[in-house]
């Protein structure tokens, strides 16, 4: 690149800020410890989650085979063009507790690799055993292969936490006090109360906080998938992340890339701080919902020719309806793309129907709500994953491998 993305400076608060948790080995090391189900349970158990991931280990005992569906179908791998399922609104434990007890119930349910949250990361989600429960019965009875969580940087976080961030790097952060200890970085921009569609306004030197949340997260719950929302934070993610191989990036939000040109501009970001193997810390984009067909195409033909390993390219097949336009279905696309040879991840917002709380809004929900609102969020979810197995099964029939969460499978 002409010009460097981190400056000297920039990249001395970044190490600093390493340093501050004791280095990125050490960082990785204690992530990777916290993602052990037996840790995971023995915590969870203290803080009042150990009866809900007892029963959903009995739960998962009743979803359905992927084997048994290919055997029944007579179904074979002819084509290239592998599909990866995804379903977005997790929102936290009990969310997440009563979609698997739907499923539970259904018996006929294929469910989904990669999940997707959009919870802030706050100090109740974070330290209250909520973050981590979820990823328990995610990544561990599910046996999800992604779990990815969402740091929204104007949330109101302890005041300490942005004063030892201030001392840590040098920089300071523009705030207002919220009283009872708390503090609250100023957006300026209109969007949610947590800013522009979940912290897209990284200003100033905020990807800081963002940085600082995610080490948090991973250090307290083992979370190591972390959407990434703007363009200042994914440089930032990409320098930090280098050597700590546990830690990778979702970019998606507004940043979906809606053409080559935006999809390049990437490819140059992940190429300015690559891992030593090669490797960059940003595991998948999501292709916007404005890209047709052979955009995805000609996005997934770069990337092939650019020399970048491991990344998946993501498509909406369905979108919430406060989100974007009415009757959003990208699932004849995803077919073109597939039949094209190309690999895709399937991702969905909604299952189509509108359904009350199948909204923007309901991810922005305070913490308390969320949880009295636990069922109604769940059936939402429940009928996105039944979304998904529908369209992952006729991908199948079509001749073409899907990949669905370890509970999927057999033995």
Not at 29 to 57: S, V
Not at 150 to 168: D, S, Y
Not at 183 to 200: D, R
Not at 369 to 374: G, H, I, L, N, V
Request: proline letters at 3%; one cysteine or more.
């Amino acid at each position: 690149m002409h010009f460097k993305l981190l400056s000297a400076s920039d990249m001395k608060a970044i190490d600093a800020l390493i340093d501050s948790y004791d280095g990125p080995k050490s960082i990785n090391d204690r992530i990777n410890e916290k993602r052990e189900y037996e840790i995971r349970k023995k915590i969870a158990e203290k803080k009042g989650f150990g009866d809900m991931l007892e029963k959903a280990e009995n739960y998962v005992k009743d979803f359905p085979k992927v084997g048994d569906f290919i055997d029944e179908e007579n179904l074979k791998v002819t084509k290239e063009g592998v599909c990866t399922t995804q379903v977005s609104g997790f929102q936290g434990a009990y969310v997440t507790f009563d979609c698997i007890r739907r499923i539970a119930e259904n018996k006929d349910v294929l469910f989904p690799t990669e999940m997707i949250s959009v919870v802030a990361l706050t100090e109740h989600y974070l330290y209250s055993g909520d973050l981590l429960a979820t990823l328990a019965m995610a990544e561990n009875i599910l046996k999800a292969s992604k779990f990815c969580s969402t740091n929204l940087i104007g949330i109101p976080l302890p005041e300490e936490r942005f004063a030892r961030l201030e001392k840590v790097t040098g920089d300071s952060f523009d705030r207002r006090d919220l009283g009872d200890g708390l503090s609250q970085l100023i957006l300026k921009n209109m969007g949610t109360p947590f800013g522009n569609l979940g912290g897209v306004e990284v200003g100033d030197n905020n990807h800081l906080v963002y940085l600082d949340g995610i080490t948090r997260a991973g250090l307290e719950t083992g979370n190591n998938f972390f959407l990434n929302p703007s363009w200042s934070t994914i440089v930032a993610a990409c320098y930090y992340a280098r050597e700590i191989p546990t830690m990778s990036f979702k970019i998606s939000m507004l940043l979906s890339t809606q053409n080559t040109i935006q999809f390049r501009m990437l490819l140059n970001i992940m190429k300015e701080y690559l891992r030593d193997d090669g490797t960059t810390p940003i595991f998948e984009i999501n292709i916007g919902n404005a890209a047709s067909a052979e955009t995805f195409i000609a996005c997934s033909r770069e990337l092939k020719e650019s020399g970048l390993k491991d990344i998946s390219l993501t498509a909406h097949l369905r979108i919430n309806p406060d989100l974007g336009m009415a009757d959003f279905n990208w699932t004849e696309n995803a077919f073109k793309v597939l039949d094209a040879g190309h690999d895709i991840t399937i991702k969905y917002e909604s299952d189509g129907q509108s359904r009350p709380y199948d909204t923007m809004e309901t991810y922005f929900l305070p913490d308390e709500e969320r949880d009295e609102k636990a069922e109604l969020i769940g059936d939402v979810i429940y009928h996105k994953a039944i979304r998904c197995d529908k369209d992952a099964r006729e991908i199948m029939r079509r001749g073409h491998e899907v990949k669905f969460a370890g509970i999927a499978y057999k033995d």
